[in-house]
T-cell receptor, first 110, second 112 residues
């Protein structure tokens, strides 16, 4: 069964700093990997989707990379802002379902 | 406005009672999903459906039931057999099973 781990569980940074969130998975047989943002008490918002054949995807200040062979993905956030404060989850799609990590809770301090 | 709606936002269940959570989408998506989220844990899949009148159990289906009579609707019933139902429940949909998932705002279920 696919296991997805996110490190660190929580992260606090000053505004303007660049940061990296990590996601690892145990089975490299995946179709795609998706990064989500979740605000407290809310649903998930999709940030980036990387297909298994891709190495990275970019959207604005966000860049996600995928190394399928090593079972790793990173989400890079440039020039962090207080509005980026949220929980970030990665999810791995094995074909029939997504397996989710427990998330990284990010706080950006003004 | 296209999207996924879930109702109610908060739901209270008495012991021994069955309750039903609503999920509706107007995105014309084929696949729909129900997840449960507990503090400190990732989302866990309860049930999913890739086509009308068909659905499959996820990892934690015991104590739950679903139906998919219409493409737009995928209600989840939490039965009295679910002994620890307090959680945040999220519904999602996708055009097909391998594509981006879109999530509703969630329903928080509490036990009285």
């Amino acid at each position: 069964k696919q296991e997805v781990t996110q490190i660190p569980a929580a992260l606090s940074v000053p505004e303007g700093e660049n940061l990296v969130l990590n996601c690892s998975f145990t089975d490299s047989a995946i179709y795609n990997l998706q990064w989500f943002r979740q605000d407290p008490g809310k649903g998930l918002t999709s940030l980036l989707l990387i297909q298994s054949s891709q190495r990275e995807q970019t959207s604005g200040r966000l860049n996600a990379s995928l190394d399928k062979s090593s079972g790793r993905s990173t989400l890079y956030i440039a020039a962090s802002q207080p509005g980026d404060s949220a929980t970030y989850l990665c999810a791995v799609n094995t074909g029939n379902q997504f397996y989710f990590g427990t998330g990284t809770s990010l706080t950006v301090i003004p | 406005d296209g999207g996924i709606t879930q109702s109610p936002k908060y739901l209270f269940r008495k012991e021994g009672q069955n309750v039903t959570l609503s999920c509706e989408q107007n995105l014309n998506h084929d696949a729909m999903y129900w997840y449960r989220q507990d503090p400190g844990q990732g989302l866990r899949l309860i049930y999913y459906s890739q086509i009308v009148n068909d659905f499959q159990k996820g990892d934690i289906a015991e104590g739950y039931s679903v139906s998919r009579e219409k493409k737009e609707s995928f209600p989840l019933t939490v039965t009295s057999a679910q002994k620890n139902p307090t959680a945040f429940y999220l519904c999602a949909s996708s055009p097909q099973g391998l594509e981006t998932q879109y999530f509703g705002p969630g329903t928080r279920l509490l036990v009285l």
